[in-house]
């Protein structure tokens, strides 16, 4: 219908070592793509989104996983999403990455690698997050008494598209989530 928007969504996630890019017409999905490499985001993420253009050229919006994850890794999506929607005008909209761990259990937490051999976690119930997120050792999140899922605790999981995109019309998050400074530092403060 004439004058009518019709809601296409761009969804990126670059919280882990996978970058993820999906297209959504309303919750009807479009497009679904990946690339596996923790240090691949930034050649990735345009090839991956360039693909999804090819099969809708009119978004609406942009959702994009805020973290918690790498430094780098999530620099790369927040600042791709940000930008895209810039500069065609559009909004976009931020989301915990945590948050689109797709999990069939009532009490749970979720898990992520934080490489220095720590974990990004957060707990669930039903679905809503009630704690977190957090970053500790495996020894630490082992001694919680919940059901685990992802890295360290099974196959590894990553953030689901759809429900990224489901969680971003409860809920924003405007800034990275970072839990921990990066691992460069200015010269000056090296020791």
């Known amino acids: 219908m004439a004058g009518v928007l019709t809601l296409i969504s761009l969804v990126i996630d670059t ?3 996978r970058t993820s890019v999906a297209l959504f017409h309303r919750n009807e999905l479009l497009f679904d793509g990946y690339h596996d490499g923790a240090t691949a985001h930034a050649e990735a ?7 999804a253009l090819a099969v809708e050229k009119n978004i609406n919006q942009v959702v994009v ?3 918690p994850g790498p ?3 999530l620099r790369v999506g927040i600042v791709f999403a940000q930008s895209f929607a810039q500069a065609r005008n559009i909004a976009w909209r931020g989301v915990c990455s945590l948050d689109g761990f797709d999990v069939d259990a009532d009490e749970y937490i979720v898990t992520s690698d934080a490489r220095r051999k720590e ?10 997050r009630t704690y977190g997120p957090q970053v500790s050792t495996p020894e630490h999140v082992s001694e919680l008494p ?3 899922f992802g890295f360290g605790f099974g196959p590894t999981i990553y953030p689901s598209m759809a429900l990224l995109l489901a969680k971003s019309q409860s809920t924003s998050v405007t800034q990275p989530i970072y839990l921990r400074r990066p691992d460069a530092v200015p010269t000056s403060e090296r020791k």
Request: proline share 3%.
């Open 45 to 51: 993420l345009p090839k991956l989104v360039s693909d």
């Open 15 to 17: 919280a882990t070592d």
């Open 146 to 148: 919940e059901k685990k």
């Open 119 to 128: 974990l990004y976690w957060a707990k669930y119930s039903k679905g809503e």
């Open 65 to 67: 996983g805020m973290g």
């Open 71 to 73: 430094f780098t890794g």
